[in-house]
């Protein structure tokens, strides 16, 4: 491995602003174009691109080699670009949806009932702690118990006790929702 590599890394690795730089400048143009074979629009692959960049520059001290720095940016820019597609499909199949249903005045009603309930839970889950916030949404996310334990450096029961005390909170505060939710179905 050449030494001018490994200070590079090094030096990354302790926060060098210089080292990211030259990271930067040596994968920025290949990482557009390859993100440009998933999506078309500039904003949304440069938005993807520095996405990538900012989540390398927060692991950086997880890298030890260059293949490693180059592996993980092409494989954020790739999961960052398929969640976008994913997403786009998803919004495409309800939009297709919404024009399918027209205007059935019940299918309307059933969709402001709809979004209101949405509102009221982000109202609930917004007045969460702000450590009950985080741990709930990042097993929304799809994280386990243990992988959220370890990004927080907390243990998993405490993991557990702030989905615990979410669940509680959200449960108590939303009963009564839930109970005309009953009475109209």
């Known amino acids: 491995m050449d030494t001018r590599e ?3 890394i090094q030096e990354f690795a302790r926060g060098g602003e210089k080292a990211f730089r030259v990271l930067y400048d040596r994968y920025v143009v290949a990482l557009r174009y390859f993100a440009a074979k998933y999506v078309t629009d500039e904003d949304v ?11 390398l ?17 092409y494989k954020a820019v790739r999961h960052d670009c398929l969640n976008l597609l994913r ?4 919004e ?8 399918q249903e027209g205007d059935d005045s019940e299918s309307f009603l059933d969709q402001i009932l709809e979004s209101e309930i949405f509102q009221a839970l982000l109202s609930v889950f917004d007045e969460l702690s702000p450590a009950c916030k ?13 992988e959220i334990a370890r ?5 998993v029961n405490t993991v557990k006790k702030h989905k615990n005390n979410a669940n509680h909170y959200m ?12 009475w109209i179905s």
């Open 87 to 90: 997403h786009r499909q998803v």
């Open 57 to 73: 520059w927060e692991k950086r001290m997880e890298f030890r080699v260059e293949n490693a720095v180059k592996a993980y940016l």
């Open 6 to 8: 490994v200070d590079i």
């Open 45 to 55: 692959i440069e938005d993807v691109v520095q996405d990538a960049f900012v989540a």
């Open 151 to 155: 990004k927080l450096n907390i243990s």
């Open 92 to 99: 495409n199949k309800y939009a297709e949806r919404m024009i």
């Open 171 to 182: 449960k108590e505060r939303l009963k009564n929702v839930l109970s005309i939710l009953l």
């Open 134 to 146: 985080e741990v709930y949404q990042m097993s929304l996310d799809g994280n386990s118990h243990e």
